[in-house]
């Protein structure tokens, strides 16, 4: 990453190309590793019933993207890309630091807070780095954690943190609209990709040893202006692929997969890498002599070149790691073969990125399984040729605490061939198909495909029976009190007693239910000096799909004054695709005093309650019976 190079602009330095850990090439290369490590390490880990991969995944996404890069926003722009989800996480990557102005500063996190408690960038390098220095007032003393994660009042001016990036992820499977589900998926994944750029940044020494190491003349010229590190001047993008089936650090890995934060992650991996790995700037302890920092903020109490192993026939200090890798951390060897101050070469920063980029991978696999909320998806019933249902269960945890309700396709599939059988909606969800194309003993399975979420029911066996039993419910609201009974065939009325302690009983000892294709009820609601009673009789099509005839009289008896309403009502569908709209109305004289209407709509959203509504000036307020269809 070319880091604090960029604010030479200001005095007119010309600033050559350089490439090692800077964000087109390194960090895009790590990210793309990250995913292809993630997506085998993860293959056994998600909960039952879950997958995810993206590698495959061909189709493009619009979302916002840096267009151009720049070295403030006034020199860098944004717009509209069209990419697969795994070019989005590279994207990531290297949007990052775009503007490299403001990302070079907010791009460090020293754990230990070496430097007066502080955890964001103090250092400097050099004489001209005084943009960034703590008594500078324009210096937003931002840590690259907080920035990444947007979980504090500095970071939540991070549009793309993974604070964000969940609230995008949250909105893909909430959202029913398509277009607008995969804008959420691509800005969600640019998010995911910035979270492990910072990940990455916490497994590069200079990045969580409070180190400026500013490069504007690249490394080989860079001391001229600037004080680069060698280990991030160095780094070459392959080595995040040759190193993708290395070794990494047990004890870490063990964290990150039993880690339930993804905060904690990135903590932990920089708390490693600062604990174990000297800049060149940082190395000190006692070699051939005793030595000090370069950096005067550098002087960290580990590691120490005499806890090393020095190798007397290469001139170099190593560390033998818990993985097994032995690393070369830095060697000081000079002119004529005589020993100097020690130092970082290339040979060294590719023996500690084989220690590193493995636990960079593993931090970023166990990121991934975090950021990925989880699912349960249920089929409850499956009735041949009449309906199926079930729902979409998030399971909560520490990083989605709030509840994520699904809106979206289902596709129901023959579990025994694979195919699929049809589409269902699934609306808050709660899904539910009419007819639909199964029979008894089939096995199904309720599957949800969204970027790159590949997310199953349990297989279910079709039991039921070919048609359906009915069971109808009648109820009744008086003043915002709800009275139920709910009939099924030879089974008796049970009343609730109303919140107001008004009593609702039968009339005498009546048995409701069908017979044949006719449902009658009776209701009896008393409340203190007034007294209501009710009948509702309705003759049903052979199918139950639609109302023939419908009588409803009601009277209300009271010490000043007796009142009948009479309403009837024919041939009223049971239509499931008037969602929440009026499919019946009827007005009439026997009507006009006390009910201004009587509508039939559809209550429930799985489409079968249906209700029979009007309005009372007398009750101040609503008062509706409602026949309601259950399966």
């Keep these: 990453m070319i880091k604090l190079a960029v604010y030479l602009l200001a005095a007119g330095v010309c600033i050559s190309t350089v490439y090692g850990y800077e964000n087109t090439k390194a960090h895009p290369a790590i990210n793309n590793a990250i995913i292809s490590f993630g997506e085998n390490y993860l293959a056994d880990k998600l909960p039952d019933k879950n997958k995810w991969r993206i590698t495959s995944d061909r189709e493009t996404y619009g979302g916002t993207g840096v267009t151009n890069s720049g070295y403030s926003y006034a020199t860098y722009s944004e717009g509209t890309l069209n990419l697969t989800l795994l070019q989005w996480v590279e994207h990531g990557g290297y949007s990052a630091d775009e503007p490299e102005l403001g990302a070079a500063i907010r791009h460090f996190y020293d754990p230990t807070g070496h430097t007066g408690g502080r955890k964001y960038l103090t250092n400097r390098g050099t004489s001209w780095e005084w943009l960034y220095t703590l008594d500078n007032l324009l210096h937003p003393q931002t840590d690259a954690i907080e920035w990444a994660m947007g979980d504090t009042d500095k970071g939540a001016y991070n549009d793309w943190s993974l604070k964000a990036g969940k609230k995008y992820l949250a909105f893909a499977f909430e959202l029913s609209d398509e277009a607008e589900k995969r804008m959420c998926l691509a800005k969600a994944y640019r998010c995911l990709g910035e979270v492990l750029h910072n990940t990455a940044d916490m497994a590069c020494p200079p990045h969580v040893r409070n180190d400026s190491h500013a490069a504007p003349l690249g490394y080989a010229w860079g001391e001229l202006l600037g004080s680069p590190d060698p280990y991030e001047e160095l780094f070459d993008p392959q080595w995040a692929a040759d190193y993708l089936n290395g070794k990494g650090d047990p004890s870490l890995e063990s964290f990150f997969a039993s880690a339930t934060s993804i905060r904690s992650i990135n903590e932990k991996l920089a708390q490693f890498t600062n604990h174990n790995f000297f800049t060149e700037e940082t190395i000190n302890g006692a070699g051939y002599q005793p030595l000090s920092p370069i950096n005067k903020d550098g002087d960290y109490p580990q590691p120490q070149l005499q806890n090393l192993d ?7 200090f190593y560390r033998r790691f818990p993985s097994g890798n032995l690393v070369k951390l830095c060697r000081d060897k000079r002119i004529f073969s005589l020993r100097g101050t020690p130092y970082v070469d290339l040979d060294c920063a590719k023996s500690q990125a084989a220690e590193l980029v493995p636990n960079i991978l593993c931090a ?16 409850r019933e499956a009735v041949p040729n009449d309906y199926i249902k079930g729902q979409v269960v998030h399971v909560k945890s520490s990083e989605y605490p709030e509840s994520i309700l699904y809106s979206g396709p289902i596709d129901l599939i023959d579990a025994n061939t694979g195919r699929s059988i049809e589409k269902l909606n699934c609306s808050t969800g709660e899904f539910i198909g009419r007819n639909p194309k199964f029979k008894n003993g089939d096995q199904l399975i ?3 495909t969204l970027g ?23 109820q009744v609201r008086v003043d915002g009190h709800f009275l139920n009974q709910v009939a099924t065939p030879d089974t008796s009325y049970s009343y609730e007693n109303d919140a107001d302690g008004a009593t609702f009983s039968s009339s005498g000892d009546y048995i409701g239910g069908f017979a044949s294709n006719t449902f009658t009820a009776s209701y009896t609601r008393t409340v203190v000096h007034m007294q209501t009673n009710g009948t509702i009789s309705a003759v049903f099509s052979s199918d139950k799909l639609k109302i023939i005839s419908l009588i409803w009289t009601e009277t209300t008896t009271t010490q000043y004054y007796n009142k009948t309403v009479n309403c009837t009502a024919v041939n009223i569908p049971l239509s499931y695709s008037y969602s929440g709209t009026s499919i019946y109305e009827i007005k009439g004289e026997e009507a006009k005093i006390a009910i201004t209407s009587l509508t039939v709509v559809q209550t429930a959203a799985e489409g079968l309650s249906y209700s029979l509504q009007s309005w009372s000036t007398d009750w101040n307020g609503q008062v509706y019976a409602s026949l309601t269809k259950l399966e």
């Design 364 to 379: 970023g696999a166990n990121i991934i399984r975090l950021f990925l909320p989880q699912f349960q998806v249920q089929i």
């Design 310 to 316: 020095y190798d007397a026939n290469d001139f170099t």
């Design 446 to 448: 309720a599957r949800i």
């Design 452 to 474: 790159g979420f590949t997310i199953e029911s349990p297989v279910y066996t079709v039991t039921g029976p070919v048609g359906s039993t009915h069971r109808i419910g009648f």
